[in-house]
T-cell receptor, first 115, second 115 residues
Framework: AQKITQTQPGMFVQEKEAVTLDCTYD???????LFWYKQPSSGEMIFLIY??????QNATEGRYSLNFQKARKSANLVISASQLGDSAMYFC????????????FGTGTRLTVIP | ETGVTQTPRHLVMGMTNKKSLKCEQH?????MYWYKQSAKKPLELMFV???????ENNSVPSRFSPECPNSSHLFLHLHTLQPEDSALYLC??????????????FGEGSRLTVL
């Protein structure tokens, strides 16, 4: 069974500072993908970044980077130069290559950017 | 605009009513999903359809009845619901995960309130 854990219910960050949102996962499948999604108050889930289990380098997408530590089974999201619009819920998710196409989510972290 | 459209955006119904949620995707994806998001709980995967066939039913009560007439449309039929079923219901679609990120694309959700 797959499990995603986000231990930070809420985080605060000063505008223009960097912040790290934690995510750990557990799976026995060697082939998996890790995702981060952002959910603003409007409700839609916005895909941010992806890391494959066999990717050698950490994923980056603009101000988002994923700190992937395979041995520790962690996939932390780093947001650099925080903006007020970054205030939202952030979800870590995992998918395994079992053909079922299922995506399992953590409980989320509410990020608040302080001006 | 993610290419996944959900209607209605808001729905209020009594426990004896019968209603349906609709999801439509214009992305050419083969997999479609229903998730339930309740307050202070992680996103719960409810149903998954791959190529119109249901491949996942995550122990969902029978008062929720999914229907996938084709790869572009997904319905969630609701009947005799309970107040604890009040939640945000999110629809998503994705390509088959054979390569690349295979991320899910989400609609904006249908906020359901059961009185």
């Amino acid at each position: 069974a797959q499990k995603i854990t986000q231990t930070q219910p809420g985080m605060f960050v000063q505008e223009k500072e960097a912040v790290t949102l934690d995510c750990t996962y557990d799976t026995s499948d060697p082939s998996y993908g890790l995702f981060w999604y952002k959910q603003p108050s409007s409700g839609e889930m916005i895909f941010l970044i992806y890391q494959g289990s066999y990717d050698q380098q950490n994923a980056t997408e603009g101000r988002y980077s994923l700190n992937f530590q395979k041995a520790r089974k962690s996939a932390n999201l780093v947001i650099s130069a925080s903006q007020l619009g970054d205030s939202a819920m952030y979800f870590c998710a995992m998918r395994v290559r079992d053909g079922a196409n299922n995506l399992f989510f953590g409980t989320g972290t509410r990020l608040t950017v302080i001006p | 605009e993610t290419g996944v459209t959900q209607t209605p955006r808001h729905l209020v119904m009594g426990m004896t009513n019968k209603k349906s949620l609709k999801c439509e995707q214009h992305l050419g994806h083969n997999a479609m999903y229903w998730y339930k998001q309740s307050a202070k709980k992680p996103l719960e995967l409810m149903f998954v359809y791959n190529f119109k066939e249901q491949t996942e039913n995550n122990s969902v009560p029978s008062r929720f009845s999914p229907e996938c007439p084709n790869s572009s449309h997904l319905f969630l039929h609701l009947h005799t619901l309970q107040p604890e079923d009040s939640a945000l219901y999110l629809c998503a679609s994705s390509p088959q995960w054979r390569g690349g990120t295979g991320e899910l694309f989400f609609g904006e959700g249908s906020r359901l309130t059961v009185l």
